[in-house]
């Protein structure tokens, strides 16, 4: 059974950083390309950040300089780093796993910019 678990999100100051992680169980992590995307009350799902399988590294223009992404196929995990939060970036946050014409989706976790 293919799971993708998101932890670290939270309520967060402006300014302030988060360390989100998405654990992947199940599938051969190190092969899929992992992303992810977020989603705010009321607006349309958005690619947030893209690691390939290879480790190249794609952003959205919102969050470039600000967030990075990265993964440590060891652990068969994916990393959302975020510094200088704004109330802009508050959204559910959820991975996303693809590879060989499948995508899995973890069940995301809430992050929270205010004062």
């Known amino acids: 059974q293919v799971q993708l678990v998101e932890s670290g999100g939270g309520l967060v100051q402006p300014g302030g950083s988060l360390r989100l992680s998405c654990a992947a169980n199940g599938i051969a992590f190190r092969f899929y390309n992992m992303d992810w995307y977020r989603q705010a009350p009321g607006k349309q799902r958005e690619l947030v950040a893209h690691?390939?399988?290879?480790?190249?590294?794609n952003y959205a223009d919102s969050v470039k300089g600000r967030f990075t992404i990265s993964r440590d196929n060891a652990k068969n995990t994916v990393y959302l780093q975020m510094n200088s939060l704004q109330p802009e970036d508050t959204a559910v946050y959820s991975c996303?796993?693809?590879?060989?014409?499948?995508?899995?989706w973890g069940r995301g976790t809430q992050v929270t910019v205010s004062s």
């Open positions: 996303n796993a693809g590879a060989f014409g499948d995508q899995y």
């Open positions: 690691i390939s399988s290879g480790g190249n590294t």
